[in-house]
């Protein structure tokens, strides 16, 4: 008997510091609208809403034979800069040898240099030339950027993408792993919260641990004066949280 009056009286001492609990929202705690710098004919999606994806994995890939053939172009005019800048080198090398041997004039020398130096910067805007044709080459192939899940597929094959103006949302993509729950908490609550701080998260049957990651600077509106208060947990991706769902955090 003593034992159980010891552990109800144990409970009680210890409960208080537990016992509020506060409703709040699943978010995600990463969403991206995926799109491409680049214009072009999409030749390819591959994945639907719904799917989940890997980071780096291929996504969606416009048609790259164009992209492709101005990498080959890019990459022949580097060759011929090279070719010049190597000629335009020697002939600076031999204007100096005749001008140390008092057979050129002050000009002809200076002309020897402009046209090596030029040369040079010829070399060094075909590189730059050929970086941005490869950049645009990798950008018609849209990969996932972490771990996530295909929440909408707004392109489909054969349709046009013009970016000229402005970049179009092709897919869009949630963060699988990680969520977030928001709950709203008045001024006594939020005086004993900081940021980092552990917190008991539960949605449905399962519970996670979470870390405080934001506190509202300013209150809600229409809440009545309470703050905003995002939590952040992780979670195994088996058990398929979505965004909208109700989940209880456990306030200390």
Request: no cysteine; net charge positive; proline share 3%.
């Amino acid at each position: 008997m003593k034992r159980i009056i010891l552990a109800l009286l144990l409970l009680m001492s210890v409960s208080p510091l537990y016992a509020t609990t506060l409703d709040g929202t699943l978010r995600w705690v990463r969403r991206v609208e995926l799109s491409t710098p680049v214009s072009g004919v999409v030749r390819k999606v591959d994945v639907h809403a719904g799917d989940e994806v890997a980071k780096g994995q291929l996504l969606l890939s416009l048609d790259d034979r164009g992209f492709k053939a101005q990498v080959q172009k890019a990459e022949a005019e580097v060759i011929k800069a090279r070719g010049a800048r190597a000629e335009a080198e020697r002939e600076l090398a031999r204007a100096k040898d005749l001008y140390d041997r008092t057979l050129l004039s002050d000009h002809e020398l200076q002309v020897a240099k402009i046209a090596a130096a030029s040369a040079a910067a010829d070399f060094e805007s075909a590189k730059a030339d050929l970086t941005l044709a490869r950049l645009h080459l990798e950008y018609s192939h849209v990969r996932a950027p972490f771990h996530a899940v295909v929440l909408r597929r707004s392109v489909e094959e054969g349709q046009t993408v013009v970016t000229r103006m402005q970049s179009v949302p092709l897919l869009t993509l949630a963060e699988i792993g990680r969520m977030l729950v928001r709950i709203e908490v008045g001024d006594a609550q939020l005086a004993t919260l900081k940021r980092g701080e552990q917190v008991a998260v539960r949605v449905g049957a399962r519970s996670y641990t979470g870390t405080v990651r934001r506190i509202g600077m300013e209150p809600v509106t229409g809440s009545g004066g309470k703050y905003a208060l995002d939590i952040v947990f992780s979670y195994p991706s088996a058990d398929g949280l979505h965004a909208g769902e109700s989940a209880v955090a456990v306030l200390p």
